[in-house]
């Protein structure tokens, strides 16, 4: 069992900067992929980045590469979501996830969900 508690979101100006944070409880969590995912307000739920456990493949949405970057902290059980240049279409609920598989964009894959974070970028 993996507890995800997301931090971080808060409301930023176009073309600033946020650091989400995903802290983990669980013994296991660095045997885990873990992902990032987004949902903004009449879409669906959609990919932004995954990590591998031990942080040698990282993948990221099209819509994200180049300002966004996953990293994470096995010591610390946590993992991390460096967000640079924001838009205001990166306006959602971000959410980490936990895959006991390899790095994936498949939603279905991921066993554990945090609640999420809001963040929003004004124009």
């Known amino acids: 069992q993996v507890q995800l508690v997301e931090s971080g979101g808060g409301l930023v100006q176009a073309g600033g900067s946020l650091r989400l944070s995903c802290a983990a409880s669980?013994?296991?969590?660095?045997?885990?992929?873990m992902g990032w995912f987004r949902q903004a307000p009449g879409k669906e739920r959609e990919f932004v980045a995954a990590?591998?456990?031990?942080?040698?493949?990282?993948g990221y949405a099209d819509s994200v590469k180049g300002r966004f970057t996953i990293s994470r902290d096995n010591a610390k059980n946590t993992v991390y979501l460096q967000m640079n240049s924001l838009k205001p279409e990166d306006t959602a609920v971000y959410y980490c996830?936990?895959?006991?598989?390899?790095?994936?964009?498949?939603?279905?894959?991921?066993?554990?969900w945090g609640q999420g974070t809001q963040v929003t970028v004004s124009s």
């Open positions: 669980g013994r296991t969590f660095s045997t885990y992929t």
């Open positions: 996830a936990a895959d006991g598989g390899g790095v994936t964009t498949r939603e279905g894959e991921y066993d554990y």
């Open positions: 990590i591998s456990w031990t942080g040698g493949i990282r």
